[in-house]
Antibody, heavy 122, light 108 residues
Framework: QITLKESGPTLVKPTQTLTLTCTFSGFSFSTDKVGVAWIRQPPGKALEWLALIYWDDDKRYSPSLESRVTISKDTSKKEVVLTMTNMDPEDTATYYC??????????????WGQGILVTVSS | ETVMTQFPATLSVSPGERVTLSCRASQSVSTHLAWYQQKPGQAPRLLIYGASTRATGIPARFSGSGSGTEFTLTISSLQSADFAVYYCQQYYNRPAWTFGQGTRVEIK
């Protein structure tokens, strides 16, 4: 069974850097061709994909946020880390990480973590 | 970037009714299209991938169809557990995975 869980601060100040960690179980970057993505959802709004990292360290970023976002992984710890710089109140959202299977190309997200609500406020 | 447009934004339906949700892509995504269900306070759940393949554990009343730029999600007989927001997502055109704005299915 694959599970993922997000952790990190729930309140950050404007201009600060956000660092979120996704800790997963049920798969491994060292043995499985998979990806882990970050997606966010502002309160009452739609889902927005942010970044994805594959088992081979290939990384993909949303063009609109590429200058602010970095994704990395720690294979031995089974963690994927997202950093987002220069946080703004408009970045207030629930941040999800999700598993993505790989089959010679990008795929859907399943399952998702429970999400973590991050509020940006002074 | 491929823009995904869902319509209608809201559907008011009664339990037992047949429901059809639509999703349109701004350029062809072949059949690289997924549908998710999201209930309040919960993470999205995968329903359909490959435009028409049900994910593990998804009831048969959910079905997906379409290819290219036009897709539909059909719920054959709406149950109380199905009132939620539904999102489509394309995973064909790089660099981005993009979601639609969602369709809310509410009780009539």
């Amino acid at each position: 069974q694959i599970t993922l869980k997000e952790s990190g601060p729930t309140l950050v100040k404007p201009t600060q850097t956000l660092t979120l960690t996704c800790t997963f179980s049920g798969f491994s970057f060292s043995t499985d061709k998979v990806g882990v993505a970050w997606i966010r959802q502002p309160p009452g709004k739609a889902l927005e994909w942010l970044a994805l990292i594959y088992w081979d360290d290939d990384k993909r970023y949303s063009p609109s946020l590429e200058s602010r976002v970095t994704i990395s992984k720690d294979t031995s710890k089974k963690e994927v880390v997202l950093t987002m710089t220069n946080m703004d109140p408009e970045d207030t959202a629930t941040y999800y990480c999700a598993h993505s299977p790989y089959n010679f190309g990008p795929n859907w997200f399943d399952p998702w973590g429970q999400g973590i609500l991050v509020t940006v406020s002074s | 970037e491929t823009v995904m447009t869902q319509f209608p934004a809201t559907l008011s339906v009664s339990p037992g009714e047949r429901v059809t949700l639509s999703c349109r892509a701004s350029q062809s995504v072949s059949t690289h299209l997924a549908w998710y269900q999201q209930k309040p306070g919960q993470a999205p759940r995968l329903l359909i991938y490959g435009a028409s393949t049900r994910a593990t554990g998804i009831p048969a009343r959910f079905s997906g169809s379409g290819s290219g730029t036009e897709f539909t999600l059909t719920i054959s007989s709406l149950q109380s557990a199905d009132f939620a927001v539904y999102y489509c997502q394309q995973y064909y055109n790089r660099p981005a995975w993009t979601f639609g704005q969602g369709t809310r299915v509410e009780i009539k």
